[in-house]
């Protein structure tokens, strides 16, 4: 059964540049039927998208933070890494990884699936 | 896409039907996940396809819509269903979620 584990500083200091990062246990970063993603969410708040990538190299990120992230993957290591440049408060949240399956067939699941526990990160001096 | 949930929340007894909806501001085809998240936990995905189950979800779940206008129901609830609740489009980039519906005991 695969499992994603997020792991990432706790504290980061405004202006400075948070880096995350997300081991697949269980399966294969490798495999081509399936996307990443990083997702975030704000203490006591809602959940927000920041950006997909595909093995191929393909990224798709947030408007919000398109400018400041950084989403790849290290088939070696069998993670997925996210790094924001450039953080302020706005910016602390739990942050999670998730797989998604590229849908070809009708059985494909069409979603979020699954996710990490999630990590924590603080944007704070 | 913006996706708007209702209502933000709602208070329900064990047993009671709920239903919870979501509306996209453009059409999203069938493109709509449900997911459910207890305090301190990840999402758990319950439908995606607006209509198909997930593996090992309870039958209780069930998903309708198409297009713009969708709804999440849970024909009794159960204590372990007290939660809050997220739709999220898959029709296109940026992917969004819904602001989420907080289902507590009443």
């Known amino acids: 059964q695969l499992q994603l584990q997020e792991s990432g500083p706790g504290l980061v200091k405004p202006s400075e540049t948070l880096s995350v990062t997300c081991t697949v246990f269980?399966?294969?970063?490798?495999?081509?039927?399936?996307?990443w993603a990083w997702i975030r969410q704000p203490p006591g708040k809602g959940l927000e998208w920041i950006g997909s990538i595909y093995y191929s190299g393909s990224t798709y990120f947030h408007p919000s933070v398109k400018s400041r992230v950084t989403i790849s993957v290290d088939a070696s290591k069998n993670q997925l890494s996210l790094r924001l440049t450039s953080v302020t408060a706005a910016d602390t949240a739990v942050y999670f990884c998730?797989?998604?399956?590229?849908?070809?067939?009708?059985?494909?699941?069409?979603?979020?699936?699954?996710w990490g526990q999630g990590t924590l990160v603080t944007v704070s001096s | 896409i913006q996706l708007t949930q209702s209502p933000s929340s709602l208070s329900a007894s064990v047993g009671d039907r709920v239903t919870i909806t979501c509306r996209a501001s453009q059409g999203i085809n069938s493109y709509l996940a449900w997911y459910q998240q207890i305090p301190g936990k990840a999402p758990k995905l319950l439908i995606y396809g607006a209509t198909t189950l997930q593996s090992g979800v309870p039958s209780r779940f069930s998903g309708s819509g198409s297009g713009t206008d969708f709804s999440l129901t849970i024909s009794s609830l159960q204590p372990e269903d007290f939660a809050t609740y997220y739709c999220q489009q898959f029709n296109s980039y940026p992917l969004t979620f819904g602001g989420g519906t907080k289902v507590e005991i009443k």
């Open positions: 269980g399966g294969s970063i490798r495999d081509t039927s399936y996307y």
């Open positions: 998730a797989r998604k399956e590229i849908v070809v067939l009708p059985s494909a699941v069409d979603g979020f699936d699954p």
